[in-house]
């Protein structure tokens, strides 16, 4: 197909009558028949390139351009029979409308080909009438220049794609911006509808190829579709193929694979089921070598921990062969196991343990060729240090305990060998004894502070000569040095004759008096 001069800057299919529209940088658009591929129409009027072609959807026999110039054009297609033998007939331009300041970007028509929409480099959006060419509402929210826009096929509202790396979606009934989706790291040059105006395709200047949900404003998959800059993004049906095209000279036609995704979610879910099933039973009937296999397909480390303990309180030597048995991918999964669990100090022990069977039963040859050794064994390293340092303080710790212990059965030992108590009925605890009493509690006579040093001695020899005449308590607790002091001070007295005046020479002993519920002993002189 040869006509055009210039960069050819758009094309687009007219499906009604089998033709194809394109836009050149020779200010021109041309129609041209898709069977024989004669170009049968031109339209010229332009006085800059024509970047963008808009089809009616119902309409028949029309074509809008926009160019560089800022206009906005309307074309008549003249019916075929009207043609002159090989001759490209002049197309009609049916209105012209200055729509932007800026060279304009993109043309959309709405699905009942009322309205007319043009995106421009002046950030706004603009909404025509599609019969009369008269100016709706112009549409301002973008802070850069707006690359493309699409009607949504159900809903009334408008989809824009900015350079200023932004999605936006707007009302057509009031022109409000509805949502703003980012994501694009440059400019998004094309955006489409997807299943029904639910989601929405992008691509951009980074070269991505995005998917969005409208309804929480989610990017649900990014997939790489070029090197550089994607300027071309189309739909075909509702979804079922996707085609982009970028300036690293590539088209990438894309299927949707949505439902065998699901369908072999869905699969590889029953299997991984039937596993866990198998593994339970595996543990039940005490089957290891199964379960550990198990364990390792499924990936579950909390079940491998499991197995490898009953194993340890169980048969050593069942687990060292299950050990030694581990091919590459087994023990690389089983160091990775390990290093995670050795950062626990509840599972170091057990982590221990294996690391220990897995140098023992395993080359270092062997052990070197495992991926990621080096990162692996560094978190070992690492961690069983620290466990190394926290058993030492507990070592060291324990010896205070010892020493605690033996102190307290050193002073045992001492009492033991302390001389018996000269007075009748009593209970020796540590160092005093307890006159035993007819009821409970036990009444604890406690010594006050001696009486003022600055008495007479006078006074103080009057109080020897006079001995009190007191009833003697039932309950009294008398220190047993008190009681060898006065056989000291006594020895005509004999260890049995030792009654109680003797000690109340030193002690005043008063009757149980109760008050506010605690029971009163004696006190000193």
């Known amino acids: 197909?040869?006509?055009?001069?210039?960069?050819?800057?758009?094309?687009?299919?007219?499906?009604?009558?089998?033709?194809?529209?394109?836009?050149?940088?020779?200010?021109?658009?041309?129609?041209?028949?898709?069977?024989?591929?004669?170009?049968?129409?031109?339209?010229?009027?332009?006085?800059?390139?024509?970047?963008?072609?808009?089809?009616?959807n119902r309409t028949e026999r029309l074509v809008y351009s926009a160019s560089n110039d800022c206009t906005l054009k309307c074309w008549q297609i003249p019916s075929k029979h009207d043609l002159e033998g090989d001759s490209v007939v002049d197309l009609n331009c049916k209105f012209t409308v200055k729509a932007h300041e800026k060279d304009i970007n993109s043309i959309a028509i709405s699905p009942n080909d009322r309205i007319i929409a043009t995106s421009s480099q002046d950030k706004t959006i603009a909404l025509w009438d599609a019969e009369t060419g008269k100016l709706l509402r112009r549409l301002v929210g973008h802070k850069r220049g707006v690359w493309d826009i699409k009607f949504s096929p159900i809903d009334k509202c408008i989809v824009s794609a900015s350079a200023d790396k932004t999605i936006r979606l707007w009302s057509i009934d009031d022109g409000t911006c509805l949502k703003t989706l980012q994501g694009h790291i440059q400019s998004v040059l094309k955006v489409q509808f997807l299943t029904l105006g639910m989601q929405l395709l992008s691509v951009g200047g980074d070269g991505l190829l995005k998917l969005w949900t409208i309804k929480n404003d989610d990017c649900v998959l990014t997939l790489e579709a070029h090197q550089n800059k994607a300027w071309a993004l189309d739909v075909w049906g509702d979804g079922e193929q996707v085609v982009t095209g970028g300036s690293d000279s590539t088209i990438s036609i894309w299927k949707d694979v949505t439902l065998e995704v699901r369908e072999k979610n869905i699969e590889s879910q029953q299997q991984l089921s039937m596993k866990e099933q198998d593994l339970s039973n595996a543990l039940q009937l005490k089957d290891y070598k199964k379960a550990v296999k198990l364990a390792f397909e499924l990936d579950h480390p909390r079940c491998m921990l499991t197995v490898?303990?009953?194993?340890?309180?169980?048969?050593?030597?069942?687990?060292?062969?299950?050990v030694s048995n581990f091919n590459e991918s087994e023990l690389m999964k089983c160091l990775l196991y390990i290093r995670d669990w050795n950062t626990n100090s509840k599972f170091c022990h057990i982590s221990q343990n294996i690391l220990r069977l897995i140098f023992q039963t395993h080359p270092p040859s062997e052990i070197q060729k495992c991926p990621r050794i080096k990162e692996i064994l560094q978190g070992l390293i690492a961690y069983t240090d620290r466990h190394i340092r926290r058993l030492t303080n507990i070592s060291q710790s324990s010896y205070l305990v010892d020493y605690t212990l033996r102190c307290v059965s050193h002073l045992g030992e001492q009492e033991m060998t302390d001389d018996k108590p000269i007075i009748k009925n009593k209970v020796t605890f540590f160092d005093t004894v307890l006159v035993e009493s007819v009821q409970p509690p036990e009444i604890l006579i406690t010594s006050t502070n001696e009486k003022d040093q600055s008495k007479s001695q006078s006074q103080e020899k009057e109080q020897d000569q006079q001995k009190p005449q007191l009833k003697f308590s039932q309950n009294l607790l008398v220190s047993p040095k008190k009681v060898e002091e006065i056989k000291k001070a006594k020895p005509h007295v004999s260890g049995d004759s030792l009654d109680d005046d003797y000690i109340r020479q030193d002690y005043e002993v008063f009757e149980e008096e109760e008050e506010d519920g605690q029971l009163l002993g004696s006190k000193k002189k």
Do not use: N
């Open 1 to 56: 197909m040869e006509g055009h001069r210039d960069i050819v800057l758009s094309i687009s299919y007219i499906p009604g009558h089998q033709l194809i529209a394109t836009s050149s940088k020779d200010h021109t658009i041309r129609i041209w028949d898709a069977q024989t591929l004669k170009c049968l129409y031109i339209g010229k009027g332009h006085t800059d390139a024509v970047g963008a072609i808009g089809i009616p």
């Open 308 to 322: 490898l303990k009953k194993m340890e309180f169980g048969s050593e030597s069942q687990l060292l062969e299950i």
